[in-house]
């Protein structure tokens, strides 16, 4: 069984956008998937909420609070959304389960900063634990074209985790998230410049 976790310590880089589309997209492929939220925000658990029943199906799994962590019998794939400052116990029973670890990054010195100290904090418990989880970056609300973007590409140079996607900012997201919709909710021709950036991670997700 899959586990996708999707963390950075640093609060509002997208971990919520991106846990649930990745959650909705394996839902389209016909898999049965629960999404856990280890935030005590609740963003992930409030989205389903919202989410039509007629949508494919996307479970719930809440486990605040708790320092081991088991993915639950019965489902296929488990993508779990992370909470900010994820570190100590909670960081190494999530690393311990996770077969892949999406790092949502965007294009901002205090956010390239953060991450590289997580990217850092895995590499040792890679040495800790002996676990070597796939770990893939994810640039999130990217401008093209701003020189933010271009300092991020000279960092990601350096961090020596390969970027499997890179996101347009746009309102998208928003409008879907606001209905319990993820991109592959909606007619295609709708999303078609989102769905084709998103290839490169489904094929990750897929590998």
Do not use: C
């Amino acid at each position: 069984m899959p586990v996708i976790l999707v963390a950075n310590p640093k609060g509002g880089v997208g971990k919520s956008t991106l846990s649930s589309n990745v959650a909705g997209y394996l839902a389209r492929q016909g898999h049965r998937v629960m999404l856990g939220d280890a935030d005590r925000q609740q963003s992930a658990r409030r989205w389903l909420d919202t989410r039509p029943p007629q949508l494919p199906r996307i479970d719930s799994w809440e486990f605040e609070g708790r320092d081991t962590v088991k993915p639950p019998k019965g489902v296929s794939h488990v993508v779990i959304d992370s909470p900010a400052g994820l570190k100590g116990g909670r960081l190494s029973a999530l690393y311990r389960v996770a077969d892949r670890i999406a790092i949502p990054l965007q294009p901002s010195l205090f956010d390239i900063q953060a991450t590289y100290d997580f990217v850092q904090g895995l590499h040792d418990l890679r040495k800790e634990t002996g676990h070597k989880p796939k770990l893939g970056i994810v640039v999130m609300r990217a401008k093209e074209g701003t020189l933010s973007v271009e300092q991020l590409q000279h960092f990601l140079d350096e961090l020596g985790v390969p970027v499997v996607a890179t996101l347009r900012d746009t309102q998208n997201y928003v409008q879907l998230a606001a209905r319990g919709l993820t991109l592959w909710d909606v007619a295609p021709s709708r999303v078609e410049r989102d769905l084709a950036q998103w290839q490169p991670l489904t094929a990750w997700l897929d590998s």
